[in-house]
């Protein structure tokens, strides 16, 4: 099937091959937005218009000196955008292109599940250290096993309880910095060490553990939950977007919704 509009002939082909392009980019915005990455690439994408509008007004020489800097654009990319094209390959090998989570906003709290856990105890925890202002970081793994991370801290292979869980983020324990990643209903390992998130529009009055929640949730499709010793409110990461000040009833459906069977 061919459709002719005017001077412009287009098939099938085209029109797929026009939306992957459009997935791509709306993959790469995504990536890109709220870092300093973003303003560069508008500035990339200014300059290459530029370039098509200085060739389509046939002025040589400026087409041929700006066409000198297209030609190397590919090298500029992956040196200006390595931080992003790292995510983005992560983000692929984690929880595939085409996912439709990558699509999905972030308060609808929609419903995939990832196999069986034991939330209630997690839930319970962190509503009491909210209550006492004991800061948390539970980071909750699904499709991606976060080995990597899990080898950044002490090991531990337990059972996963609220009084095991308070007891780690207890002030004087040793493992209470970092993050306690909880892998296939068990808490693999504590104080692990999380990638932040390079968001600049990042809320200037959270802290660290906040931007560790974000940060693990943009490179993989972990969930994390984060506890303030600031102020006890709850906040809960996913698909790189932050939702905070939840109560432990929210936390539940969430993470009902996500590992029930």
């Known amino acids: 099937m061919m459709a002719v509009l005017g001077f412009i002939t287009m098939d099938w ?6 939306l992957i392009v459009a997935v791509l980019l709306y993959q790469l915005y995504n990536l890109i937005k ?13 300059f290459y218009l530029l370039w098509l509008f200085v060739k389509a007004l046939n002025m040589q020489l400026l087409a041929t000196i700006l066409g000198q800097f297209i030609g190397v ?9 390595q931080q992003e094209i790292r995510r983005f390959l992560l983000m692929v090998g984690s929880r595939g292109l085409f996912n439709r989570e990558n699509y ?3 308060s609808g709290f929609s419903s995939s599940q990832y196999g069986n856990l034991h939330y209630e105890a997690i839930v319970s925890a962190c509503q009491r250290m909210a209550l006492q202002k004991c800061g948390a970081l539970i980071v909750i793994a699904r499709r991606s096993d976060l080995k990597y991370y899990i ?9 996963i309880t609220a009084s095991i869980l308070e007891s780690i983020f207890f002030k004087n324990n040793p493992l ?9 209903n068990r808490i693999k390992a504590a104080k692990c060490v999380m990638p932040l998130t390079e968001n600049t529009i990042f809320p200037i009055q959270l802290g660290l553990r906040h931007r560790a929640a974000v940060g693990i949730s943009e490179l993989s499709d972990a969930i994390a939950i984060a506890v303030s010793e600031q102020s006890g409110e709850i906040s809960l990461a996913r698909n790189g977007a932050l939702k905070t000040n939840i109560t432990p009833k929210q936390l539940g459906e969430v993470l009902a919704e996500e590992f029930d069977n």
């Open 151 to 159: 080898n950044t801290g002490e090991r531990l292979d337990a059972e």
């Open 13 to 18: 082909l085209d029109v797929v091959d026009i």
């Open 176 to 184: 209470h910095d970092g993050a306690v990643v909880i892998s296939d």
């Open 34 to 46: 709220g870092t300093a990455a973003i303003n560069i690439f508008f500035g990339i994408l200014l």
């Open 73 to 81: 654009g590919a090298i500029a990319l992956i040196i200006v955008f």
């Open 104 to 106: 999905r906003s972030f």
